[in-house]
């Protein structure tokens, strides 16, 4: 529907808004942002007080279907997406069967397409059956519209076969996103190499299991040239490692996800599986360190790495809990409270690490609200404060290390294309209370 | 008033400590007399990881205190099989067990595990991560031997990386006032295990002149196996009490393992004959074994008693 958003105050850094805006939408896309748009035969919605913002695009989520329904489905997996702000997820393909074939990517589309909520762009496997032992059908399932490649999860220690499949990805144009770990470092660790994690007696997942790949990593890009990322990255070391990448002229993107940016290891004391996540949470150094390489523009995204698990799975001992948290519903929020009140970044750099940055590297639109563009957006409400409650997430998951905390930000409006998905923390098609959207605007020129 | 459970001896203070100590060494002095403290008590021993003596020596506690035992030992193979820590651990409070005693390899398993009964539950073990009775019948031993703890150094050497033992010393031998030395590879001693005030090294030659007690941990076979040691005998080379070392000892040092000892890796044959024969007094791995009984007696006693006023 035709609509008129007035009163808001719009930030888009990539066209260099800042400040009060009016954004006409006709039809789904933008149709005109401009200061005062003057006398428009539309519905108006009012947003006074609020900051809208491009919708946030997450390029690292597990959506868990097929195959893991009990722990997240494509509908709430989108529901929790659009009631988090996010209008568009890359979701991970190490699913049951994985993503390795065209067929699994056509079944997540027409999901996708079906529950009509966040866009949804599938990652495929770099090989088959994540068994990092034989490149996956890459063209394939280029063809079906994978937007990258990744073996999340299980890094692919065979450092020719990544070679080899960079090199295939080089020609398709598709990234290359890469978990880094080195198992024969990591091994059966479940927590970061540190005070914490020694003194409880449990097996540990060093710095350095991530940083030699890191390092690996680099090297092959330099040789290959090709679109790397790099997904979750959590230690220090490997921050130096981007550091030299960068100052070497070798390209690549990478990730930081609000966990790492927000906790550290002593969450996992004592034994608080909440807080169990591969990688594993790390020492303040490694905080700071991921900090200030945002803050730089080392690390230019920050994704979730949304990791949905049922409740029971993750009431279990420390050693067999999986590893994961939630991340969609809960981003926003503590990136704008601790991250952005804090003067850590800017609200505009925010959303191109949240936006702008993720959208480039999946080659899709999103991150830009010029007009003709898509009217993918989210409405944030800067004010009040929440406390994070996991029983109201649409999400399957509740496997989150935040619960409780006081924050603000919650985004109060997200838009798909210029439909309305979620409003005032009510999600299309989850609520049955969804409002008739008639009933919130006000026309034109009526008082 | 002493806590409910005892996984960990951090929630003891030393004065609650002291109280166990002080029960134990009454305990051995009236060994012989029949005491009552657990009669029509139902003691539930559930051991999910092999152990002869902890086991052995839990059993023969709660016999010597006129208490009933129930024995649960799964088959090796029915943790696999879906045997349930949760549910055994409710079926046996159910079934009418006062108080559990537990080992498992997993750790931070009893913290939550515990929290699911309202009876005592009591740690024999947790993985790498306590094993709180350990550590209190080696510093009974201690004090019974005659070595004033404060202003001691304990030396201890060997796993530290996988030990509960060392884990539960961390806090015992600095409470009761002795400095503790850690000795090890670096593969088995990070830097980041090291607690606070605690000194450690990779050469034992250096500090084993500086110890009033040699503490020796067992270090598995598993570890060779896993690939962490080139081999036990390259680990008894660089780390195991062997005659040429045991000059380096101060001459009142005493010795301590908690068993089972690995003969000719974390000390050699001869030095035991050596200290059994000549200083049988400096070689506590037999008292530390005896004094377990006591020690474990007195927990069962302080804790069931304390919760029945």
């Known amino acids: 529907m035709d609509l008129l958003l007035k009163g808001g105050i719009l930030h888009d850094p990539v066209n260099g808004w800042e400040g009060p805006a009016e954004i006409l939408i006709k039809g789904d896309r933008i149709e005109a942002v401009s200061l005062s748009l003057g006398p428009v035969e539309v519905p108006v919605l009012d947003l006074k007080g609020k900051i809208i913002l491009p919708g946030l695009v997450d390029i690292h989520v597990h959506l868990r279907e097929p195959g893991e329904e009990g722990k997240e489905t494509i509908a709430t997996g989108c529901a929790a997406a659009v009631a988090g702000g996010f209008t568009a997820v890359a979701c991970m393909p190490n699913t049951n069967p994985p993503v390795d074939s065209k067929e699994i990517v056509s079944y997540i589309k027409e999901r996708a397409r079906q529950v009509n909520l966040a866009r949804v762009y599938p990652l495929g496997t770099l090989t088959r059956r994540l068994k990092g032992q034989e490149i996956a059908p890459m063209w394939e399932m280029a063809q079906e519209g994978v937007r990258g490649f990744s073996d999340d999860g299980r890094p692919v220690m065979n450092s020719g076969l990544m070679l080899r499949a960079m090199q295939f990805a080089l020609v398709l144009g598709l990234p290359v996103i890469s978990h880094c770990e080195d198992l024969s470092l990591s091994g059966d660790g479940v927590v970061h190499a540190g005070v914490h994690g020694y003194r409880l007696g449990l097996p540990v997942i060093p710095a350095v299991s991530e940083a030699v790949m890191v390092a690996r990593e680099i090297l092959l890009q330099q040789k290959v040239g090709g679109k790397l990322h790099l997904a979750h990255i959590s230690a220090r070391e490997s921050v130096a490692l981007l550091r030299w990448a960068r100052e070497s002229g070798i390209n690549l993107t990478s990730e930081v996800t609000p966990h790492h940016l927000l906790l550290t290891e002593e969450a996992v004391d004592y034994f608080n599986t909440s807080a169990k996540m591969n990688p594993p949470l790390r020492t303040s150094a490694d905080r700071d360190a991921l900090l200030e390489a945002l803050q730089e523009g080392l690390i230019e995204i920050i994704a979730t790495d949304h990791a949905p698990h049922r409740l029971q799975e993750k009431e279990a001992d420390f050693l067999s809990a999986p590893f994961g948290v939630t991340g969609l519903e809960t981003a926003f929020p503590l990136l704008w409270t601790k991250i952005v009140e804090q003067g850590i970044l800017s609200l505009s750099e925010l959303v191109k690490c949240l936006s702008t940055a993720p959208a480039n590297l999946l080659g899709v639109p999103g991150g830009n609200l010029a007009p003709g563009l898509p009217a993918d957006l989210v409405v944030i409400e800067p004010h009040k404060e929440y406390a994070v409650n996991a029983d109201k997430f649409y999400s399957r998951g509740q496997n989150t290390p935040f619960k409780d905390w006081r924050l603000k930000g919650f985004p109060v409006l997200t838009m798909v294309g210029g439909d309305i998905k979620m409003w005032e923390g009510k999600v299309k098609g989850f609520n049955q209370d969804f409002p008739e959207l008639k009933g919130l605007f006000i026309k034109q020129g009526s008082k | ?309």
């Open chain 2, 1 to 309: 008033m002493l806590p409910k459970d005892m996984l960990s001896l951090k929630d003891f203070s030393l004065e609650a400590l002291q109280e166990i100590l002080q029960r134990a060494a009454f305990f051995k002095k009236k060994d012989g007399d029949v005491f009552s403290s657990l009669k029509g008590k139902n003691i539930a021993i559930s051991f999910w990881e092999p152990s002869t003596r902890t086991r052995i020596s839990f059993e023969l506690a709660v016999q010597k205190l006129g208490g009933r035992i129930i024995n649960f030992t799964p088959e090796m193979s029915s943790e696999k099989k879906g045997e349930n820590v949760d549910d055994t651990i409710k079926t046996l409070q159910s079934i009418g067990a006062d108080a559990l005693v537990f080992r498992h390899s997993s750790p931070g398993i009893f913290n939550r595990v515990s929290e699911l009964v309202e009876i005592p539950f009591i740690s024999g073990g947790e993985g790498c991560y306590q094993h709180p009775t350990q550590a209190l019948l080696d510093i009974f031993t201690l004090i019974e031997s005659g070595v004033k703890l404060s202003g001691r150094q304990v030396v201890m050497v060997g796993d530290i990386l996988h030990s509960r033992v060392a884990r539960s010393h961390f806090y015992t031998f600095p409470v009761f006032g002795a400095s503790l030395t850690l000795v090890a590879p670096p593969v088995l001693l990070p830097p980041e295990l090291v607690p606070p005030g605690v000194n450690w090294s990779y050469n034992l030659e250096e500090v084993l002149p500086s110890g009033d007690v040699v503490y020796l941990l067992r270090v598995q076979k598993e570890r060779q196996e896993k690939g962490l040691i080139p081999s036990l005998g390259e680990y008894a080379a660089l780390y195991g009490l062997n005659e040429k070392r045991v000059s380096l000892l101060k001459e009142d040092a005493c010795l301590m393992h908690p068993g089972p000892v690995n003969i000719g890796i974390e000390i050699s044959s001869s030095v035991i004959k050596v200290f059994e024969n000549f200083y049988p007094d400096r070689i506590l791995f037999q008292d530390q074994v005896r004094n377990g009984v006591f020690v474990r007696m007195a927990v069962l006693d302080l804790l069931l008693a304390g919760r029945m006023i």
